[in-house]
Structures are given as structure tokens and as C-alpha cells.
DNA sequence: GTGGTCTAGACCACA
DNA sequence: GTGGTCTAGACCACG
């Protein structure tokens, strides 16, 4: 698994947002059992506090569930899974018509130049 | 003028990019005359050489063109502005696409997503 | 090593021009390690800036490649080497043959005295 | 007439150096009148006396003769004119050679390229 | 006034 | 130690 931490903001943050990315995007499928926190901060190379105070995060989201004695698993409530995957995907489009927007294209254009490129490549 | 400079890439980089973004989008436009270093670098706050580094690398990039005693203009040709401009909307797309996938979105889903978006609010 | 800086004109470009000359003569061979910044700048008597400025536009040229914390070396890519050396023949020559031509010589004329010198001294 | 004159050495060397050329290259013909000091100096736009000195040492090199009552005219010893000619085109030689030496080009060479370049432009 | 150059000295990341 | 960046302040040529 590939980790990408830089300095400049709070680790933990950097890992809820990765592990969520594996978890909404079906890397780890719903229902499954995540490595447990020793592992998984061994792996990312952090504090296994740093890595706790992440799952805990992710758990508040109710992406992931902690069962008292058999680890965690990621939710199988696929709505919520949805729900998050598409406000992520909603961030990612308006931060894509905001900087189209500051070159000058107007939204449509930002949609029809995407359409042209995928054309283009099909 | 907005000037959003963080501390961690080079400065200059940064006064690059944004005033590159003014140039193509035709906020500063073509033919017309810039304010000069020294202003610019008190607007920004930085200093005068640092902003003498961002636009000299322009001056390479194309997009100014110094006149020794009368200050820089923005450049005329709108061939150079255009291709710059397509340069970093393409940078967008892929940056877009690229997060849409890591998501577990295809092309297609993630400009079908936009449309749906667009149309919502039209 | 031998440095000439004259204050007619940026240090900084007479130093790219003299660095380039041991460059492409193979006075600096292709892959060897250059000297650090603060080296060359104590031996040529100019600030480590004014040097840095130099060498970064040598990079920028192709002929040296810098590493991060490892120092310079000049370019493996011995066929930049040549072109930068042709180039500058090319100025030579063009050169020479112009001051001929004030002098009233034609171009023939200006090849065969030095053949006839060549020749006197073979 | 041209005179370009740069702050960077004596005025009347450059005169001296730039009407020899005149002189050697038969734009201002064997035997012929020159224009007056006062003219020249007008036209070159520096003080007589400076012009007078440069004349001067041209005289001394025996280039041009002063006729006590009718002005200065060119020698029409053709003899000292192709003299003063081979010896500035074997400076040019030199120079050239010396500069190709630099580039690692023999002297050879040097000559080689130049025909090169002569037959390609033939 | 304009842009351009140079110096001096500081700090940083990297290994 | 390496290269890279930034600041501060000075000087220059040009018009």
C-alpha cells in the first residue's frame, strides 16, 4: 500500500483521507477486515497512536466498524460508502470548474473540452 | 490583486503561476502594460527580486516582453497566451480524471457526473 | 583555472560563456563532477550567487545536470556537447568571415590565406 | 559613414582602428582627399582634437600624408596600404584559429569547416 | 522613474 | 557538506 505523508498538515488527516479512498472506491471491499492498527502503522510508518486517532475518525464516519474483540471491518452499509464517494467526487468537480473557471472557460466549455479529449482517446 | 503565496514552494514559482493565470484568462490583457517590479513586489510582498525572478521566467516563457526604460506589456501574441492557456486546462482535465478514478469513476461516469451537475443547475 | 571578467557586460553571462567553452573543448569531461557553486565562485572571484545564476542557466541550456545534494555534473548526452560546440564554431567563422569582408577579402579569399598559412608553417 | 564608438577605450584608438579600415579596404581610395578634421569630427561627433589625433597616428603609420596648404589625403603607396591590410587579416586569422583552438578544433579543422561552409552556400 | 545586475548574508532540505 | 531560495540594499544604464 502506497502512503503519501508530507509535513505540512496533521498526519491523521492525511490518513483518513487515503484510507478512505481504498474504502469508497472498493479497494477494500464493504464487509471486510481491516489489518489491524499495528500493522497498518507499521506499514504507513507512523505512531500507532497517529494511526488510531485516524481509524477512530474514520469510525465516527461510520465508514469503518470496531468489533469489541475482532478488529475492525469496514462498514457493509454501502449507502454510506456511496454517499461519501460521491461528496468526494463532488469536491473534485467544483475544484475542477473553479480552476477551469479562473482560465476563463465557462462550465460548458470545461464539459465539452473533456468530452473532446475522451473522443479523442476512443 | 489577490496573491495567495504558502510558504512551501519557491516563491517565485508561485508569483509565476498566478500571474500567469491573469494573463491567459485576459485579466491583464494582451499589449497592456504591467505594473512595474518594484509595485508588483510591494503588492505581493515580496521582495523586488523575487518578483524580478517570476517575470524574467515569463519573459523566457514568452508571455511578457520587457522594454528596457518603459516598463514589461504583456505580450501580443495571442497564439502564445492561447497555447499556455490549453496547456494548463489540460493539466486540469488529467488532474481531474486522475482523482475521479482513484475514486472508482471512469472517464465516461466522471463527464456523464458533470453533466448531471450542469444541468441540475441550469 | 582561468577566469576573464570584464565589467562591460553581466558577469554572470561571461561566466556561462567561459564554463561552456571547458564544457564542449572536454576541459570538463561529459559525466565528471563540477566543482561546487562556492568553489568555482571563491576561484573566480564573483559571489556564489552571481555563479549560481550561470550554472543554473547552463542547466537550462542542457549542458549540466545538478543533483540534488550530490553537486553538478557536466551532461552524459555527449550530442548537446557537439551542437553547443558547432554552434559556437559557427559563430567564429561567421565572424571571421565578416571582418574579412570589411577588410574587402571574399570568402574564397579569406579560406585560402589561411591555407597559405597553414601550409607555411606545415 | 558609420562610426560606432564605445566608452570602453580611447576614442582615438577607435577612429584610428575604423578609418584604417576605410583606408585598407579602398572605400576612401588611394591618393583621394579626406574630409577636414573639423568635418570629420562633426560627422564622428567628437571634439577635433580627437579626431586630430587619431589622424595623426595614421599619418605616422604612414597611411595618409598632410599637405601643408590642401588638407590630408590617403597615401598612394599602395604598397603601405596592403601592407597594414595583410597584417590586420592576419590578425583576424589568428584570432580565428586561436578560437577554433579553444573549441578543440585544429588549426586544420578550422580551415575544413569553413569550406564546408563555403561550398554549402555555393 | 524603468529594468538589470551584483553582493552579502541568511535560511532551508537533503543525505 | 550540497544546491536552492529569499531578503536587503546597492549600483548601473537608459530616457
Redo the contacts between chains.
Sequence with gaps: MQWNLTG?RPIYLQLCEQIT?RL???AWPPGGRLPSVRELAVDAGVNPNTMQRALAQLESDGLVVTNRTAGRTVTEDEGVLAHV?HE???E??E???E??A????T??E??A???G??TQ?G
Design positions: 505540512d479512498l469508497v472506491s472498493g464517494r468526494l467526487a463532488n473534485k468537480m475544484e475542477y470548474l480552476g477551469m479562473t482560465l476563463g472557460y462550465a460548458a470545461a464539459i473540452l473533456l468530452q479529449k475522451e482517446h
